[in-house]
């Protein structure tokens, strides 16, 4: 059966354990993520914090042999029928936490850096998001004008943010303004900035990973009803792993609320927010049928399919059959918009069409 290929909005790379270590003075790695394994929950160390989580599980059911060899994860794409991939940080998601603002300078530079010399530098089908400090805006500016030098498409940020620095505050608009000249996507990923485990009753692993994706709504209404993508109309930003079959019914929502409450709406926007949607918030899935329908059902177009590669949570081992299940009588146009055209228009990858 011919292979589907694909590009990947959504994965993630795994970084050596000495990471920053290697990278910073012993003050400052000593402070930076790092995490231990004890007998059921992992022991997260950030900056003297100590954050216990159930994460043995993730890691032990990571099956992808390249979750941390570039060259094996390339091979591994071969196999599952992606060629491009944007891949998320892992332990660099915490560095979000940080509010040492010289820690989270020196660790975010770091970080980019191995993604730039052990990612970026040595391949051409796996692309790296930035990392940038949320301690400070000015650094966050400083190092999303480096990066963006350095080749990156996309700078990451966390769906959840610390009280009192929400995305619609004045705080980020240096970000925006920065982000949107540079050309790079802001690429949101779920779960990160908060909590994950938020609820351990009945049907707690569900319920959890619902809570999940509720953050990547807040960032849309924030940064559309704020005004952020009015004002930068250029921005694009996506919110990654959160499944996309929303998209369309928050614009619908929104648009009511700005309709109907008018008399209470500040900022005015220039365009209904539903619009400022479809023209500047992408998503991406794993397995959501409806992420497949809504572009059909809504012509909300700006859904691009992710593998999450190596996350459980992912289609590896089962891509191809993934790929047959959301896309088997689904136009061509379409297939190919959500696979390699959306992907593509994000990040001016050329367009391949690899050797089988
Ligand atoms: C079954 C209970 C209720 C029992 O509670 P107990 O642990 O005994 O106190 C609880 O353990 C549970 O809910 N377990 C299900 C697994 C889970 O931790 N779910 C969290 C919500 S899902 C999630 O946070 C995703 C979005 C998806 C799973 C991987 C995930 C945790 C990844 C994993 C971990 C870390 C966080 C990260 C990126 C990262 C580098 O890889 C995302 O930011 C976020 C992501
Ligand atoms: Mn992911």
Redesign the pocket.
């Known amino acids: 059966m011919t292979k589907i290929w694909v590009n990947s909005g959504d994965s ?1 790379v795994m970084e050596p354990a000495d990471v920053w270590t290697e990278r910073l003075p012993a003050r400052l790695g000593a402070r930076a993520p790092r995490s231990e394994r004890g007998e059921k929950y992992e022991m997260l160390y950030i900056d003297g914090e100590r954050i216990d989580r ?2 043995g599980d ?1 890691m032990d059911a990571m099956r992808p042999p390249g979750a941390w060899d570039l060259k094996v994860r390339l091979k591994d794409l071969d196999q599952e029928g992606v060629w491009s991939q944007l891949a998320f940080p ?1 332990m660099g ?1 915490w560095l979000v936490s940080i509010t040492d603002r010289e820690l989270a300078r020196e660790t975010v530079r770091a970080w980019n850096d191995w993604a730039h010399e052990e990612i970026l530098s040595k391949n051409k089908r796996v692309i790296t998001t930035a990392c940038v400090s949320t301690a400070d805006i000015d650094d966050a500016v400083a190092e999303v004008e480096r990066v963006a030098e350095l080749g990156f498409k996309a700078v990451f940020l966390p769906c959840s943010t610390r009280e009192g620095e929400e995305y619609a505050l004045d705080r980020w608009e240096p970000l925006w303004t920065a982000v949107e000249r540079s050309g790079l996507v802001l690429g949101f ?4 900035g908060g909590q ?2 938020v ?2 009753g009945p049907g ?2 569900v319920v ?2 619902m ?2 994706t509720y953050p990547g709504m807040r960032v849309v209404s924030h940064m559309v009803a704020g005004g952020a993508l009015d004002r930068h109309p250029d921005l694009k930003i996506l919110i990654a ?1 959160g499944g996309a079959g929303w998209m369309p019914a928050i614009g619908d929502r929104m648009d009511e609320a700005y309709r109907q409450h008018g008399m209470f709406v500040r900022p005015k926007l220039s365009r209904l927010p539903s619009e400022i949607i479809r023209q500047q918030v992408y998503a991406s899935f794993q397995h959501d049928k409806s992420s497949v329908e809504i572009v059909e059902s809504t012509g909300y177009r700006n859904v691009m399919w992710g593998d999450d590669y190596p ?3 992912g289609t590896y081992g089962h891509t191809q059959s993934t790929l047959r299940d959301l896309f088997d009588g689904v136009s061509d146009d379409i297939r190919d918009r959500v696979t390699r055209g959306t992907f593509n228009e994000l990040f001016g990858l050329p367009e391949q069409t690899p050797q089988e």
């Open positions: 993630h159930q994460l993730f892992s998601f990923h779920i779960g990160t994950n485990v609820f351990r707690g692993a959890n990973y809570e999940t792993e996350h459980l949570e």
